[in-house]
């Protein structure tokens, strides 16, 4: 059974914990740190070492500019890691590591945890929090972001009719 509130209790207490930009703005997928800036064909070469990289949507156009590709760990059962944003010079733009999705509250109170810590190892402690809710068609949705210079933690959850979801994510923008 899930227990909203160890996730939120969780939130508050680490919030103060959180630490902020020390130049350290690049995000470990794959065995592979990913940067700002990095050549598309030199990360999606490292990365398909340990990992199986398939694009999102269709291939990059002119008029569109940007291509995703979406990582997965290689073997059975494999998870989505994250993804990667390219823009029209094969650039990385936006880089993604998720914690965790759709985790029971122990998880992502852990899930939480694992990341902030991140974040503290990397010197981040000038951070901006804050909270959003949405309701539209019978779906709502909370998201709390933590965000430390170029890096933001995004802890999310959503429910709709039959549907309920939450996840940790890493953003580098």
């Given at each position: 059974?899930?227990?909203?509130?160890?996730?939120?209790?969780?939130?508050?207490?680490?919030?103060?914990?959180?630490?902020?930009?020390?130049?350290?703005?690049?995000?470990?997928?794959?065995?592979?740190?990913i940067?700002?800036?990095?050549?598309?064909?030199?990360?999606?070469?490292?990365?398909?070492?340990?990992?199986?990289?398939?694009?999102?949507?269709?291939?990059?156009?002119?008029?569109?500019?940007?291509?995703?590709?979406?990582?997965?760990?290689?073997?059975?059962?494999?998870?989505?890691?994250?993804?990667?944003?390219?823009?029209?010079?094969?650039?990385?733009?936006?880089?993604?590591?998720?914690?965790?999705?759709?985790?029971?509250?122990?998880?992502?109170?852990?899930?939480?945890?694992?990341?902030?810590?991140?974040?503290?190892?990397?010197?981040?402690?000038?951070?901006?929090?804050?909270?959003?809710?949405?309701?539209?068609?019978?779906?709502?949705?909370?998201?709390?972001r933590?965000?430390?210079?170029?890096k933001?933690?995004?802890?999310?959850?959503?429910?709709?009719?039959?549907?309920?979801?939450?996840?940790?994510?890493?953003?580098?923008?």
């Open positions: 059974m899930k227990k909203p509130g160890l996730v939120l209790g969780a939130i508050v207490a680490l919030a103060g914990c959180v630490s902020a930009d020390s130049g350290n703005d690049f995000i470990d997928l794959c065995a592979v740190s940067g700002l800036g990095m050549e598309q064909d030199a990360v999606l070469e490292q990365a398909k070492h340990k990992c199986i990289a398939t694009r999102s949507g269709p291939p990059r156009s002119p008029k569109a500019g940007v291509e995703i590709w979406k990582l997965f760990t290689k073997g059975r059962g494999s998870e989505e890691v994250g993804d990667v944003t390219f823009d029209g010079y094969e650039k990385v733009i936006v880089v993604t590591r998720n914690w965790f999705t759709d985790a029971e509250s122990i998880e992502m109170a852990e899930s939480i945890y694992f990341a902030v810590s991140a974040f503290v190892a990397e010197g981040r402690n000038d951070c901006e929090i804050s909270a959003e809710h949405f309701s539209r068609d019978g779906f709502t949705g909370k998201i709390t933590f965000r430390c210079g170029r933001e933690l995004v802890v999310s959850s959503g429910r709709g009719p039959g549907y309920a979801s939450s996840s940790v994510t890493e953003n580098l923008r």
